[in-house]
């Protein structure tokens, strides 16, 4: 995996981005072509917090390639202006650098019986950030269909349905609509479809154009200003509700209901706080490129630093051995000592933890850390 701050090192080769909801199936898809590891999620909790770019060679042709791997507008821990600027951020670093785009993967769960709210609207966002110019070098793919083995006649239906409606002026526009069966031949038949048509031609997203070329800001941009409306609408409508509940909470307190006033109160508070919130990150859309880079610059850096971090104490962590194995018994634990580095180390194995107390002679001291995740553990 690279970081997007070191796409620049990828000369001369070919990047297709994939995008989807939370849960489509994104990181699935890429495992089935990229040469590393791809940490995938098993539920509709997002393991794509940022930017991702999984580099693999076609295995006819030879051709370098890239996969981009962005994270959803319906995330499960961060806000759609938080997104917008990551993928906005992402997007501009793969064009000023000298990697062909040759267009996008839109992943779409088919066991999904309709099209909700929040998927509605990720798609509008998804198509204005590529722009209808653009359509050609989409690819809409349903997964997820070995979920409805038994229901596949409705699944089909499911997708022309969407065909007929949701994506409809996508498909006028030349997006094509293909089923991905989960393997890394459909895989890699879909890529290659983006991949080997109009080879000459490096595809430059509607969001590229606008911040790059014309120099707007994030909100002046047409995903910006749709987004920005969205969460206009939000916080109206939680101002209406805060000011309702206001109305309500007064009835109460003149009426001496002390629980549903409080009750009232909590939920005027919360109404409150979410018309503060959409107010905060509609502003936090109000960002340059150059302001964009120079923030995005400072995570990839915190990032990078965490994940060496990690690294160290994984490595530091494993290197213990020869430790007795735990019993299965939840309450039981295993204890054992081992030599490292001239120190004597006794270790104390529970089901969920670790706890190593290392007694250094010539320091005379203990330390004690709980390790509550701990990863690569190893026994002999």
């Keep these: 995996m690279e970081s997007l701050l070191e796409l620049h090192l990828l000369s001369d080769c070919t990047a297709v981005v994939v995008m989807g909801a939370t849960g489509s199936g994104k990181s699935t898809f890429i495992s089935l072509l990229a040469d590393e590891e791809v940490e995938v999620s098993h539920g509709l909790e997002s393991h794509t917090t940022h930017g991702r770019a999984y580099s ?11 996969l981009m791997d962005m994270p959803g507008f319906d995330d499960t821990s961060r806000s759609d202006a938080e997104i917008l600027r990551e993928l906005s951020y992402s997007l501009v670093m793969l064009h000023r650098t000298n990697v062909r785009l040759a267009g996008v993967v839109y992943l779409h769960r088919i066991s999904d019986p309709r099209m909700s709210g929040s998927a509605i609207k990720s798609l509008r966002l998804f198509k204005a950030l590529c722009g209808a110019q653009n359509y050609p070098h989409i690819v809409l793919a349903t997964t997820m269909w070995t979920d409805i083995d038994e229901e596949r006649v409705a699944g089909q239906q499911r997708e022309q349905d969407l065909s007929n409606t949701y994506w409809a002026d996508l498909i006028t526009g030349g997006s094509q609509v293909v089923q991905h069966d989960g393997s890394r031949e459909s895989a890699l038949s879909i890529v290659r479809g983006l991949t080997m048509t109009e080879r000459s031609k490096s595809v430059t997203l509607a969001i590229q154009r606008e911040l790059v070329v014309e120099g707007r800001t994030l909100d002046d941009t ?36 002390g629980d549903t006033a409080a009750a009232l109160r909590a939920e005027r508070q919360a109404a409150q706080a979410k018309a503060a919130r959409r107010t905060r990150e509609k502003e936090a859309l109000r960002i340059s490129l150059r302001q964009l ?23 530091y962590y494993t290197s213990y051995s020869r430790v007795a194995s735990p019993s299965q018994d939840s309450d039981s634990e295993a204890a054992g000592t081992v030599e490292r580095e001239g120190r004597v180390v006794a270790i104390k194995h529970r089901r969920s933890s670790l706890v190593i107390n290392e007694r250094s002679s010539s320091l005379g001291k203990t330390t004690q850390r709980r390790v509550v995740r701990f990863m690569k553990y190893t026994t002999t």
């Design 222 to 257: 047409e995903v910006g200003r749709i987004l920005s409306q969205e969460m206009e609408s939000d916080r109206a409508r939680a101002v209406r509700d805060a000011q309702d509940l206001d109305s309500s909470l007064k009835e109460a307190e003149q009426d001496g209901d």
């Design 293 to 315: 880079r120079e923030e995005q610059h400072s995570l990839d850096s915190r990032r990078d630093r965490e994940g060496k971090q990690r690294k160290k104490q994984r490595a």
């Design 56 to 66: 693999f060679e076609d295995p006819d042709s030879g051709e370098q390639m890239t």
